[in-house]
């Protein structure tokens, strides 16, 4: 069965603290490996797709990267405006599988 | 260009009252999910479709039903609905290219039982 595991569950940062987010996850064949934001009240914004490790991926103040176990969100000087819940997902290359879905990390960055 | 659309947007239904939920996107794709997110829980998949005319059931089907009459829409009904079905609902598409692509979420459905 497919997992993924999301850590931490909440995190609390001062403006300009750089940091990181964890992402387990166990999969019968990595198809691809997702990123997502998700603002309060909203639906899960797409942020980043990596297929295999050693791949990275940057946007403004997000860089992700990719282990044959792990991914990590890389949050470096973090602004107020990037305060939401970032979510992980795998999707398998078995068959036509959905996505799985981590629980999130909530992150608060404060002024 | 309306991406993934959800009607309603909120909802109150009484214990044992039936309602579809309605997923339009505009992105021809092949692929639509729907999820319910839940506090603590994350976003659990319930049904989903690989196709017009098919449909397939997730980690947390019971309670609900699907249909995909048309490749753009994806219905979600509640025969019966009860107050742990108390939830916001996620609707989402992708289409599935090589490598494969991001799946498109809709703005959610907020939904009480009461």
């Known amino acids: 069965e497919d997992q993924v595991t999301q850590s931490p569950e909440a995190l609390r940062l001062q403006e300009g603290e750089s940091s990181s987010l964890n992402c387990s996850y166990t999969?019968?064949?990595?198809?691809?490996l997702f990123w997502y934001r998700q603002d309060p009240g909203k639906g899960p914004e797409f942020l980043f797709t990596l297929y295999s490790a050693g791949e990275e991926k940057e946007k403004e103040r997000l860089k992700a990267t990719l282990t044959k176990k792990e991914s990590f969100l890389h949050i470096t000087a973090p602004k107020p405006e990037d305060s939401a819940t970032y979510l992980c997902a795998v999707r398998s290359s078995s068959g036509n599988t959905p996505l799985v879905f981590g629980k999130g990390t909530r992150l608060s960055v404060i002024a | 260009n309306a991406g993934v659309t959800q009607t309603p947007k909120f909802r109150v239904l009484k214990t044992g009252q039936s309602m579809t939920l309605l997923c339009a996107q505009d992105?021809?794709?092949?692929?639509m999910y729907w999820y319910r997110q839940d506090p603590g829980m994350g976003l659990r998949l319930i049904h989903y479709s690989v196709g017009e005319g098919t449909t397939a059931k997730g980690e947390v089907p019971d309670g609900y039903n699907v249909s995909r009459l048309k490749k753009q829409n994806f219905l979600l009904g509640l025969e019966s609905a009860a107050p742990s079905q108390t939830s916001v609902y996620f609707c989402?598409?992708?289409?599935?290219?090589?490598?494969?692509?991001?799946?498109?979420f809709g703005q959610g459905t907020r939904l009480t039982v009461v």
């Open positions: 989402a598409s992708s289409y599935p290219g090589t490598g494969d692509t991001e799946a498109f």
């Open positions: 992105m021809n794709h092949e692929y």
């Open positions: 999969v019968s064949g990595l198809r691809g």
